[in-house]
């Protein structure tokens, strides 16, 4: 029974048993093969190379074949120079020498030869500087704006002679300029006029260009009418300022003395004079309104315009009989009732209108200087940096019984254009002026 067991159990693991002896047989073998090492070294001589003996001829030097003298140089002693040696004076006082006064010199050649002519820096050269009305201010490019509207020849205002002598004093002034500033001048009030189309040197020729083109206007003429003054009375030339000349943040052209301004700024002008007797009609775009104002009362205003009429024919009538100038009414209907039929009642206007601030109007000329410069710049490649240095100045005329209060808004604009203004009030101020200042 046992041997059957065992024969069964052998030929079911024969497989097994053979698989085992043969793993043995190989652990063997492999573990001897390991234990032999087989190493090849391969090991190569150095090479000696030999040198072999090359023979060369042996050159003999030669003597040198030219002669040569030298010849030694005799050394002369230096002779030693007399020197005079002066003793400086200390403190010694220069004598007083007064040199003329030249425009466009700071103070002239006289600072120069206080500093005891001791170097440049005793010359200080600055801008040409004009004084006119009381206003001084500096500048190489000047642009002057002339109220010519007939609110300046009331007789309150001294009336057309008083406007003939701040015409003399403006021509005056520029005779004095130095011939290397550039200028130019407009006139506002019936029309917007500038007398050249840029700025120009106040030389001898151009300004007396603008004593003719100033001569005849708002001027006394034989036989001259009630509305005989105004732009349209100047002199021959000019060019009419017409066109949008609006920039941020105004949303139109501005009437009164701001388009001449605007354009005094597109011409890059430095400084401006303003000779005026009102802020005047600085505003933007008209809206309608609804207004209290009856057939009736449309009536009755008709009737007093027409009696103011008549009162100012005859009025002037009587003046032209004495020989003297007429008198002149600006404003409308509603002026010639106060002055002849105060009781009568004024028409109220039918629109409203937003009025630009002094803020706005010194922001667009900045902004209109601004965009000179970039176009400038733009077409020549070369620009000036820095911020635009303008300044806008005011001469305010004002009648002779007026309050001893400014205008604000002319005050706070020159205040934010580097300006200044001035008041002067009546034909007594401008006469007193100008006998100052005339030598």
Request: hydrophobic content about 40%; some cysteine; glycine content about 10%.
């Amino acid at each position: 029974m046992s041997t059957l067991l065992r024969k069964q159990f052998l030929t079911k693991h024969a497989k097994s048993s053979a698989a085992l002896i043969s793993l043995g047989i190989h652990a063997v073998l492999i573990v001897l093969a390991l234990s032999f090492v087989a190493v090849t070294v391969i090991q190569k001589d150095d090479q000696v190379f030999e040198a072999v003996p090359v023979k060369r001829p042996n050159i003999r030097l030669k003597k040198l074949q030219v002669p040569v003298n030298i010849k030694r140089r005799k050394t002369q002693k230096p002779k030693l120079r007399k020197r005079i040696v002066v003793q400086p004076k200390l403190n010694q006082v220069m004598p007083d020498i007064k040199m003329p006064e030249i425009t466009g010199l700071k103070g002239g050649m006289g600072n120069a030869a206080g500093a005891g002519l001791g170097g440049a820096g005793g010359l200080g050269f600055s801008m040409p500087e004009m004084k006119l009305f009381g206003v001084k201010s500096r500048g190489e490019k000047v642009f002057i704006i002339l109220d010519a509207s007939g609110f300046m020849m009331t007789d309150k205002m001294g009336g057309i002679p008083a406007y003939t002598i701040i015409k003399s004093e403006l021509v005056r002034i520029l005779e004095g300029l130095n011939s290397t500033v550039l200028f130019n001048i407009a006139i506002y009030g019936g029309g917007d006029v500038a007398l050249f189309p840029s700025l120009v040197p106040a030389n001898a020729e151009n300004v007396a260009k603008v004593g003719e083109w100033l001569k005849p206007l708002n001027a006394v003429t034989k036989g001259m009418g009630d509305k005989d003054y105004g732009a349209k009375t100047r002199g021959k030339g000019g060019v009419g300022i017409g066109g949008d000349l609006k920039v941020e943040p105004l949303t139109n052209t501005p009437g009164d003395w701001a388009r001449p301004a605007l354009l005094g700024m597109r011409q890059q002008a430095d400084v401006v004079f303003l000779l005026t007797c009102r802020w005047g009609l600085i505003r933007g775009h008209a809206k309608t309104r609804s207004i209290d104002w009856s057939e009736s009362d449309e009536q009755r205003f008709k009737e007093n315009v027409a009696k103011a009429k008549s009162l100012f024919r005859k009025d002037n009538s009587n003046r032209r009989a004495k020989g003297k100038p007429p008198r002149v009414i600006a404003g409308g209907d509603n002026a010639l009732l106060r002055a002849y039929v105060p009781s009568a009642r004024l028409k109220p206007s039918s629109k409203t209108f937003h009025n630009y601030s002094p803020k706005e109007m010194a922001e667009a000329f900045g902004n209109i200087q601004a965009e000179r410069k970039a176009e400038a710049l733009t077409k020549s490649g070369v620009g000036e940096k820095g911020k635009n240095k303008f300044s806008f100045n005011v001469i305010h005329f004002v009648s002779e019984n007026a309050g001893s209060g400014k205008e604000e808004k002319f005050v706070k604009l020159t205040n934010l254009t580097h300006g200044e203004y001035s008041r002067v009030k009546g034909m007594a101020a401008i006469q007193s002026y100008v006998s100052e200042n005339v030598e």
